[in-house]
């Protein structure tokens, strides 16, 4: 999912790093809160000498790291060409570790991550790649138009990737040490990644935080869930978009996607409301909620279905209410961010079919 370490995975997904544009963000829990941090010229000077000293010992760290690869069967070849030189980037930690803080609201998160330029680009994108996605619909039972929102909140549509190399990216934050145990095992994977070539390491960029391809993955989550398509041998999601599509339809299949209901609505609420059952976990059918007076954001009553729906409210204390369904519950687990998985399945609504 993911950078939104914004691809998915992250780190476990409780905590979510997403790439908007070229701006990193973070959000947690129910999103109502994404911040970034300045970093100040003091810490930075801290940053700078602990850098130095952990510099020293990164060379022992290193063997380590390779020792443990060959005995998880990696080929010592590979390890000769992605490990060769590798030194850790000071700029990984400081992104990492220190980024203006500030509070964005929902609507203006909303007016960055689907402005119209995007929904207008996503509808050109679904038509050019109608009859691939079809393939990949049919096979995987996921909707062509969640394919095409997730590729365009994640990479902007295959443009924005990040630039990173991702085993120097994850070698840095593996030896940093603050979430060594998570970006090792990422690390590792990216090396099984390479050993199996479907990428060469020169090639194999992302996010600074390890996410990589169209679709934003983390290595975990690439062998999880990445798919070679069109049968070449390789798994390619920086540019195949066969394989990036597929990729990404997999991963919502494999996540419990019904292809039966969609992922949610927006819905009014009227005036007394107890946004208290605004909690996200509450499910009662839309026939009940539609007894409290919750109505479609027509204005219309709710279908008189037996669908069960939670109520979330993205800004927690006011703004847009939705019903959500089951596949909400699967976009969240790409990326547990409130703001993300209702961005996603608005601009699949407004991309259509």
């Known amino acids: ?71 998880r069967g990696i080929r010592a070849a590979t390890l000769d060409e992605a490990l060769k030189g590798l030194q850790p980037i000071p700029r990984v930690i400081e992104l990492d ?3 203006p803080e500030f509070t964005m609201t929902y609507q203006q998160y909303l007016d960055r991550v689907i402005p119209q330029q995007r929904i207008d680009r996503a509808r050109q994108e679904l038509a050019a790649n109608r009859e691939l996605l079809k393939r990949v619909s049919q096979r995987f039972g996921i909707p062509a138009n969640f394919i095409v929102a997730l590729w365009g909140v994640e990479s902007n549509f295959g443009t924005r990737m990040g630039d990173f190399s991702v ?3 994850l070698a840095t934050l593996a030896h940093d040490g603050r979430r060594g145990a998570f970006f090792r095992k990422e690390l590792l994977d990216a090396l099984h990644i390479l050993d199996e070539r479907h990428i060469a390491p020169s090639l194999m960029l992302g996010s600074w935080a390890g996410a990589m391809g169209q679709n934003q993955f983390m290595p975990s989550s690439f062998r999880a869930f990445a798919v070679d398509f069109d049968g070449d041998g390789r798994r390619d999601i920086w540019t195949d978009r066969a394989d990036v599509f597929a990729s990404i339809a997999n991963y919502l299949a494999k996540s419990g996607w019904r292809a039966d209901i969609g992922w949610g609505r927006s819905v009014r609420l009227p005036a007394g409301f107890d946004k208290n059952l605004a909690n996200g976990e509450r499910r009662m059918k839309l026939s009940e909620w539609n007894n409290l007076g919750v109505r479609a954001s027509t204005g219309e009553t709710l279908p008189a279905d037996d669908i069960r729906a939670a109520m979330v409210m993205p800004d927690e204390t006011g ?29 699949a609504d407004q991309i259509g079919g």
């Open 1 to 71: 999912m993911q950078c939104l370490f914004a691809g998915p995975s992250g780190y476990g997904r409780s905590a979510v790093v997403a790439t908007i544009d070229s701006t990193v963000t973070s959000a947690s829990g129910r999103g109502a809160v994404l911040t970034v941090r300045a970093v100040a010229a003091g810490a930075l000077l801290v940053f700078m000498l602990q850098g130095a000293a952990a510099a020293e010992d990164f060379g022992v760290w290193l063997n380590g790291l390779r020792s443990e690869a060959l005995g």
């Open 97 to 99: 570790r220190s980024q």
């Open 167 to 169: 085993v120097a990216s």
């Open 319 to 347: 703004g847009p209410a939705f019903l959500v369904y089951s596949n909400y519950d699967v976009i969240l687990k790409w990326n547990r961010s409130t703001y993300f998985a209702t961005a996603v399945g608005l601009l």
